[in-house]
């Protein structure tokens, strides 16, 4: 099955790409604390998936070694041009020519901060303008997700494709 990348620890998407029988999975996220909550709840079933505690900007990442890259609510926490920049070429090393990139951030009439950091927020050409010509965008759609808390936030999710070399 396709290697997997999920930017996000506490997710359960790990879960279902387990239940939909992918099986080189890696989970990052800067918390162990949340990457410990993740495998302990699939229990014998979380010894398949790489999990690694890294910064995403700086992570020991293989090249060309992944085909599917999710990220739910990391990007838009970079705030600086510099550290952006740092996380695109991440996916260029690690993503396959071909591969796919399934993003999602705050939209622009999202929040301007989460968790009482500040964020950036995107429409979905300004997204696609990040990671540049070396990506083909597929598709986008906009989420309203309603917090615990009674609010809603706008996201945006994008689809892109590496181009093939």
């Not at 010894?47 to 060309?64: G, K, M, N, Q, R």
């Not at 690690?94 to 901060?113: D, E, R, W, Y």
């Not at 050409?125 to 906009?142: I, Y």
């Amino acid at each position: 099955m396709s290697r997997c990348s999920i930017c996000r620890g506490a997710s359960t998407l790990v879960d279902d790409l387990l239940d939909d029988g992918y099986r080189h999975v890696t989970v990052l996220d800067l918390s162990g604390a949340a990457l410990a909550q993740s495998r302990n709840r699939l229990g014998e079933r979380g010894e398949s998936v790489c999990w690694l505690v890294a910064d995403i900007t700086h992570a020991d990442l293989a090249p060309h070694s992944i085909d599917l890259w999710h990220d739910r609510a990391v990007f838009h926490f970079l705030t600086t041009p510099e550290d952006r920049a740092a996380y695109v070429r991440q996916v260029l090393h690690a993503l396959k020519p071909g591969g796919h990139v399934i993003m999602a951030t705050f939209g622009s009439n999202g929040p301007l901060q989460c968790s009482g950091l500040p964020v950036v927020r995107y429409a979905p050409d300004a997204l696609h303008a990040e990671f540049g010509e070396p990506f083909t965008l597929l598709a986008h759609e906009e989420q309203l997700h309603h917090t615990p808390f009674g609010t809603d936030q706008q996201f945006i999710f994008c689809m892109c494709r590496k181009m093939l070399a």
